[in-house]
């Protein structure tokens, strides 16, 4: 994690206890676990990629979810940069 509330858990400490930055440069073809969380906010920050349950996105496109477990994020052919911020209801 680059930024978090929890202080044990980023390089950054931020003031807002329940939210996490996650960021992840991927290479083509990879795939990772979006972090479960009560909201969930994923940007596509440069190439593109599939969200499981979602579809593709591409560079500039966000998705928002709501309590969706853990689904998947795979690279597309160019690789992705995402950010994910994760909160938690309190």
């Known amino acids: 994690a680059l930024a978090s509330g929890n202080k ?3 390089a950054i400490r931020i003031a807002q206890k329940n939210a996490t930055l ?10 990772v676990k ?5 909201h969930v906010h994923l ?3 440069k190439g593109s990629g599939t ?6 996105l591409s560079q500039g496109d966000a998705a928002r979810l709501v309590r969706a ?3 998947s994020w795979t690279a597309g052919p160019q690789g992705s940069e995402i950010l994910i ?5 309190d």
């Open 8 to 10: 044990n858990l980023a």
């Open 22 to 31: 996650w960021v992840g440069r991927l290479a083509p073809g990879k795939t």
């Open 34 to 38: 979006v972090p479960e969380a009560s």
């Open 43 to 45: 940007f596509v920050g």
């Open 51 to 56: 969200l499981a349950g979602a579809g593709d």
């Open 69 to 71: 477990g853990h689904p």
């Open 85 to 89: 911020w994760q909160t938690q209801a």
